[in-house]
């Protein structure tokens, strides 16, 4: 069972950042993907970002040019930069990762305050 510890989250004003790690840690014979996705509370997980082992990301249309996902496959972790925040980014965000199976963190609180 791949184990995901995910960091970073906290309190921001509106227009504050926040970057968010995640760390793989287990038997990983292959990444395929890495991301994140955000569950609001009354709400659905929904797909914030994610990147494929080639590196190529997709965003959520709600966040690009806010957002910036990126990978250390020497390290098996997965971050989010997260600048410009809303109010609308309250959420919880969950670690992604997807092996031979997905697998997901225990989320991290991200509340933005108006």
């Known amino acids: 069972q791949l184990q995901l510890v995910e960091s970073g989250g906290g309190s921001v004003q509106a227009g504050g950042s926040l970057r968010l790690s995640c760390a793989a840690s287990?038997?990983?014979?292959?990444?395929?993907?890495m991301g994140w996705y955000r569950q609001a509370p009354g709400k659905q997980r929904d797909l914030v970002a994610i990147?494929?082992?080639?590196?190529?990301?997709n965003y959520s249309d709600s966040v690009k040019g806010r957002f910036t996902i990126s990978r250390d496959n020497a390290k098996n972790t997965v971050y989010l930069q997260m600048n410009d925040l809303k109010p609308e980014d309250t959420a919880v965000y969950y670690c992604?990762?997807?092996?031979?199976?997905?697998?997901w963190g225990q989320g991290t609180q991200v509340t933005v305050s108006s």
């Open positions: 992604y990762v997807r092996t031979v199976v997905a697998n």
């Open positions: 287990g038997s990983i014979y292959r990444a395929y993907a």
């Open positions: 990147m494929a082992l080639s590196g190529i990301a």
